[in-house]
């Protein structure tokens, strides 16, 4: 017999996932121990193996169950004789995407303006080309293992932000736990302002450990999202900022911002990857930029931002890292599936170093950060979701999972969290 936890663990569900199955009668455990917890056994097990082949496929969970309750099984052998053809012509129609994809990177590469294609619009292709949000889950989980650094070009190309595309990147790497779950991840982050750790007083923080800065200085902001921490630069420092960001939204937010206070002469929002800025060499005096970096990687990142810096010019970036060496054994198998470069304090001075900076100073985001300033706007977004899907088991596993992420900082913040690093480039 089967607890409910080893079945989903068995199959890569949720546990929320189950319950639903259970609540609406399409999987019934056929017992209860004394404590009254289910209890799953072999024949359940099978029935809970045909529903996600059957999942897997696309149908509707009403289509399964009427399939499991009243189709006998030859009739069964045959529909999944048919479904494996479908298969087949899926596979067919996402190789046709592949190669509309990689077009679309091609023509993203030309000199010439490109219009990229808006998600929207890719959606409604996929639509008509007859495939459903499972089907458009394996697309991405392919694309993922073949040419993760075109998928993410294809997730920047129709408008998504680098944040978002880190996210459904992830989602696709572990597509089978979580077949519909892109949706509400995107849906779930829409209309949050701050989506990393951070907060006006630390960025203030890092503002007083840095050398002045020239009054004509030429400030860079990276990952600027909707410019929280960009306005604290603009109000503490003279001089121009120019605030990338890759995702249209976030940059008409921080234009409305600009125009009510004044600020369009001061701050230029500016759509851009990180991955591939067109700035000249040697164009800044600071470069800032908060919750970011780690999308291109802590290395990676300051090696490619270097060149920007005109001689001695400044860096001021967060990454997430460890703040022990012995980190409990839980909260590594979290980071190890969420960010499995993540390095300890120590070693990320070591590579600020060997990347060809002068380390000015750094210190730890304090705990309010996280919990006041980003995961307390999420609380009200959880409430929202659940109250919104609370038949749907795939949004109340993206629930699950940033409650999870929540309650792992809150168990274990004192092993790992943001720390601001304060560097000048060397000569």
């Not at 056929?30 to 056994?41: D, F, P, V």
């Not at 909260?331 to 002068?358: D, F, H, L």
Request: glycine share 6%.
């Amino acid at each position: 017999m089967y607890r409910i936890s080893e079945l989903a663990s068995k199959y890569n569900l949720s546990r929320s996932t189950l319950l639903y199955y259970d609540r609406t009668g399409l999987l019934t455990p056929s017992a209860r121990n004394e404590a009254g917890y289910r209890l799953y056994s072999e024949s359940d097990a099978k029935r809970l193996e045909a529903i996600c082949a059957y999942r897997r496929t696309g149908l509707s969970l009403d289509d399964i169950r009427s399939i499991l309750d009243s189709v006998a099984a030859r009739e069964r052998e045959v529909l999944e004789q048919r479904l494996h053809q479908l298969g087949g012509e899926i596979q067919a129609l996402q190789n046709q995407q592949k190669v509309l994809a990689g077009i679309l990177k091609i023509k993203a590469t030309k000199t010439a303006p490109f219009s990229a294609t808006d998600k929207e619009l890719w959606v409604s292709m996929f639509r008509s080309a007859g495939m459903d949000d499972a089907a458009m889950t394996r697309w991405h989980q392919k694309f993922e293992q073949l040419a993760p650094q075109d998928h993410h070009a294809f997730l920047l190309a129709i408008g998504i932000s680098e944040k978002e595309a880190l996210q459904i990147r992830k989602l696709s790497r572990n597509a089978e736990k979580a077949p519909l779950k892109m949706k509400y991840v995107y849906e779930f982050y829409q209309g949050l302002d701050r989506l990393g750790p951070g907060s006006t007083a630390s960025t203030l923080a890092a503002l007083e450990r840095l050398p002045a800065l020239p009054g004509s200085a030429k400030i860079l902001d990276i990952g600027c999202g909707c410019g929280l921490q960009t306005l604290v630069l603009a109000e503490r420092l003279s001089g121009q900022i120019i605030a990338v960001d890759n995702h249209q939204q976030f940059l008409d937010k921080l234009q409305q911002t600009l125009v009510q206070e004044g600020l369009t002469d001061r701050i230029t929002p500016y759509l851009a990857s990180m991955f591939e800025l067109p700035f000249a060499d040697q164009s800044f005096d600071l470069i800032w930029s908060e919750g970011a970096i780690y999308i291109m990687g802590f290395g990676e990142g300051l090696q490619n931002w270097r060149r920007l810096l005109k001689p001695a010019g400044l860096l001021a970036v967060t990454e997430v890292s460890w703040f022990t060496a012995d980190p409990p054994a839980e909260i590594i198998t979290y980071w190890k599936v969420n960010y499995p470069a993540m390095q300890t304090v120590e070693q990320n001075r070591k590579t600020i170093a060997a990347s060809g900076y002068q380390l000015l100073g750094d210190f730890p985001l304090p705990a309010s950060d996280w919990l006041e300033e980003y995961y307390q706007p999420q609380f009200a977004q959880l409430q929202k979701m659940r109250g919104k899907y609370p038949d749907q088991p795939e949004a109340l596993a993206v629930c699950e999972e940033i409650e999870q992420e929540i309650e792992m900082y809150r168990r274990y913040g004192d092993s790992f969290g943001y720390q601001f690093f304060l560097m000048e480039k060397k000569k």
